[in-house]
């Protein structure tokens, strides 16, 4: 079987945890943060895990992480 390819804009956007999840960084933090209340972007610093129903499909972009 040939070696599978990587979609490199999603392994820069994706790490596996020590379970072998996937961890994603949240959106909604680049800009107009003035209206955003300090705890909303306090929440939006930490990572959060890829959906279960979305693991498939994204393991199919990055096949080694």
Same mark, same amino acid.
């Given at each position: 079987?040939? @070696? #599978? @390819?990587?979609?490199? *804009?999603?392994?820069?956007? $994706?790490?596996?945890?020590?379970?072998? @999840?996937?961890?994603?960084?949240?959106? %909604?933090?680049?800009? #107009?943060?003035? %209206?955003? *209340?300090?705890?909303?972007?306090?929440?939006?610093?930490?990572?959060? $895990?890829?959906?279960?129903?979305?693991?498939?499909?994204?393991? @199919? $972009?990055?096949?080694? $992480?």
């Amino acid at each position: 079987m040939p @070696k #599978l @390819k990587t979609k490199r *804009s999603a392994a820069k956007r $994706l790490k596996a945890t020590g379970t072998g @999840k996937l961890a994603r960084a949240k959106g %909604w933090k680049k800009h #107009l943060l003035e %209206w955003k *209340s300090p705890k909303r972007k306090r929440q939006l610093r930490r990572g959060t $895990l890829i959906a279960p129903a979305d693991q498939k499909v994204i393991r @199919k $972009l990055v096949p080694y $992480l």
